[in-house]
């Protein structure tokens, strides 16, 4: 593995070793899993706000053992009219082992490899609302503590679908781990037109008999201008209450990728219920990172 | 020693044991003390700018072999609509060790450690008005190398005692310690209206006769708005002189938190005269912070 | 070595012996050369804007064990009202033992040393207009990797020379190295007035038998107001193309500090051909600060 920068590229054989890095990484004292990587380097290109990733990614690194310098983008030659090539082959000729990319556009980190000529390996960490790869990955990690066997699970994912990268890359490594079924509801604007997947008619549908809920953000950052969304009835169309979670299995679990815009998406007695795996989800994301860049570098 | 929060909470044989500490830090390589706490991780949340205090955080870390990360709060989720309490969860379930919280809003890192369930520790780097633990320490600390006996001693605080939390802190740790006495000089809008401590009739009065005199900061930035200072006459009537200074006892020394307004509340000759412990105090700030945290991780 | 503030300071031997030292670093495993200052700590304090030369010096420091914070300037005390002098002095009490510093005023790394009575080291990052140190040890070190002998050199400098401390080192230095001629070309309003270098009457002159051809970044924010400097017709009377590029030595090779201007002072087909060693510089100037940093601190 020498880029992660479309989840499609990994197989179900390569997704569930992760998983076992991920575990054995859980069950390792980072004093020694820093010893694993002493002399490598990361440099994070990140030209989208972020605190939860970048974090995630630092910590990651440092856990490895790896040093990682984030670029901070807003003073960068790219202001200089330097083109986004030269400053990609100017970090690359310091002779750095990794690049960890979130930009606006998508599929930028497949164009960057290229320059690179594949030498130095890139991690996506988001284009656009086209993918994001290691929040799909970490999704799914948490997915399979909980159950284990994808084959016999409904998953629903309730929002924006349109614009999620979070939502294509989790479709995605659903698809190749075979999932039993993959069930989507949103406004009609927020749908994707082409997928092979369920559309429900209504949200308790959509819920009914899931083993897993996820809630995506509303982004209205992300929305295009002239869309009309109500977003103060949002919560009462779109949002996750106990009630409606109630026609989910009696084990569902809830999953958010964060930031939650509590009372939108979802309530806070869901939020902070007994069936909500969102801080579990934060803790896999070090622990996948940390599995992907040691797959990666080694 | 879980957080530190409160500078009250400390009794005089915790700040014993810190001086104590922070003297064998002194004396001990870096290359040494950096082998303590490998594999420790802490996060720098800080919601107001601060160099001094921030970086003598990084250096405090660094040199127990802690890995920091400081957050830039200004691209940060808090932006995006999520809780201050969901940011805190979200770090704190990638398993940090330590939180490092400067916030404009007083007692909220209290709040904090009860979102935490006391989980993780928290270091309060500066509460709005209200305290800033670490600074009275390390204020405490640089008193005792000099003086050594609180019980005797006379401790001038001059300036905008009322919305000062190093001033806070500073008084009560020196309650704690039993100081001798403490004496307060301001202008009557900005001294505490309950204070058990002696208000000045003057800036002489105050002086005189003191072991130490601790000049604090005008920050115009934490004055209300309506106040009629006169910035213009500060020096005048407020401002540490070579002259005022002579009042003190010989051996007097003076202290200031940084940053200094030369020529407002300390003249130059005062700032940078023998008696002028200030450089001392910004060293003992980096020991005293590792001495506080390697107790609360050991 | 104490400091390295201007280029000039270096005799032909020390530049040598930094060749020598890079060279080293260069075949030198960085989980090694990682031992080699533990404990050490490098404070960056950069009041311009920077990615390459700030990351540079990052990883430099990275890769020989030494701790580095980059401070944020914009959010620093000078904005609190405190003296340069004030940060410095207070930054040096937190005991670090290098200051990498980044200024828009010329000199001021010369001041700032003084400041610290020489206590502290001092690598001068950029000063206005004046050095660039290290970029012209790492263009040296290039020159020197693909012609070892300077006495023999024809070096054309292209562009703006008078506003360049870029150029400025790079000359100082080609001197000490007893390099054998240089050849400035450049708007007359944009060489500087006093030089000992050929001013070429016109840029095929210039590059005509060249060894070394340097082109420089235009800078708009740093020419003066009123200049009236036609930049859309800058590229046909002052930019490299293949086609003057064949007027020099068949072996010359090309180089650029960057950020590049691509298309306005350098053509894309010179910037990325065989003869450029853009990103060699870039390689170089890893290795070259980790040497200087390695002698300043042994």
Redesign the interface.
């Known amino acids: 593995m020498k880029h992660l920068i479309d989840i499609k590229a990994l197989s179900a054989e390569k997704i569930t070793a992760l998983f076992a890095q991920a575990q054995q990484f859980n069950q390792t004292?980072?004093?020694e899993t820093?010893k694993l990587h002493?002399?490598?380097?990361a440099?994070a290109l990140f030209f989208e706000?972020?605190?939860?990733t970048l974090?995630?990614f630092?910590?990651a690194c440092?856990?490895l053992g790896i040093?990682i310098?984030a670029?901070n983008i807003e003073?960068?030659?790219t202001?200089?009219?330097?083109?986004l090539c030269?400053?990609l082959?100017?970090?690359?000729?310091?002779?750095?082992d990794l690049f960890i990319v979130r930009h606006q556009q998508n599929n930028i980190q497949q164009e960057m490899s290229s320059w690179l000529n594949n030498e130095t390996s890139i991690i996506n960490a988001g284009d656009g609302t086209n993918q994001h790869p290691t929040q799909g990955l970490l999704d799914l990690y948490t997915i399979w503590q909980y159950k284990q066997d994808f084959s016999t699970l409904k998953v629903a994912i309730i929002g924006d679908i349109k614009h999620s990268r979070v939502a294509n890359s989790l479709m995605d490594g659903l698809n190749t781990m075979n999932v039993g079924e993959i069930s989507l509801f949103a406004p009609d604007e927020l749908i994707p037109s082409k997928t092979k997947h369920l559309k429900a008619s209504d949200m308790n549908t959509c819920v009914k008999d899931a083993d897993v809920v996820v809630m995506l953000r509303i982004q209205k950052e992300r929305l295009p201008e002239d869309l009309n969304v109500d977003f103060a009835q949002w919560h009462e169309h779109y949002g996750l209450t106990n009630e409606r979670l109630k026609l989910a299995k009696p084990e569902a679990i809830v999953m958010h990728p964060?930031?939650?815009?509590?009372g939108i998406e979802i309530s806070d007695e869901v939020a902070d219920g007994s069936q909500s795996v969102i801080?579990?989800q934060?803790?896999n994301?070090?622990l996948m990172r940390q599995a992907l860049i040691h797959k990666i570098l080694s």
Do not use: Y
Not at 49 to 52: D, F, G, K, P
Not at 79 to 83: C, F, L, N, R
Not at 89 to 96: C, R, V
Not at 258 to 262: F, I, L, Q
């Open positions: 004292p980072i004093k820093r002493q002399g490598r380097s440099i706000n972020s605190t939860r974090t995630s630092q910590l440092q856990r040093d310098t670029l003073h960068s030659s202001q200089k009219g330097e083109t030269d400053t082959l100017t970090l690359n000729a310091m002779q750095t964060g930031p939650m815009n509590r801080w579990q934060v803790r994301g070090v």
